[in-house]
């Protein structure tokens, strides 16, 4: 919404509420000391975090183990299931689909034409 398009008593009365929300919060800064508002974002983007060289190579470490441990659990000698055979159709079969579907492009050409 545009700020034109409020009336001026809205306008007033807005004007009138901040006043009092300022008032309130000078209050509570003068009880507390500081302001008492929601926690804002903190500036700027996040700052990366740096690992050091010794504990990559701890982790490393404890990854390789743990693959290594994977790798013993399941023997390498264990056979893959065959494949499932592809369904192949007959040179009968092909040729009666095309056939079919040359007969109905034709239907449709004859029915364009006319």
């Keep these: 919404m545009n700020i034109s398009d409020f009336s001026a008593t809205q306008l007033r009365r807005a004007a009138s ?14 009880m ?6 929601a926690p804002t974002a903190p ?21 390789k183990k743990r693959w290594d441990k994977i ?6 000698t264990t056979a893959k299931p065959a494949p499932k055979k592809k369904f192949t159709m007959s040179a009968g079969a092909k040729a009666a ?18």
């Design 71 to 76: 790798k013993r659990a399941t023997p390498a």
């Design 17 to 30: 509420i901040k006043e009092r929300i300022e008032r309130l919060h000078q209050e509570l800064t003068s």
């Design 43 to 63: 500036d700027g983007p996040k700052k990366k975090r740096k690992i050091s060289a010794s504990a990559r190579t701890l982790i490393s470490a404890i990854q």
């Design 32 to 37: 507390f000391g500081t302001a008492t508002s």
């Design 97 to 114: 689909i095309g056939k079919a579907a040359k007969a109905r492009w034709d239907k449709i050409k004859a029915a364009q034409k006319k």
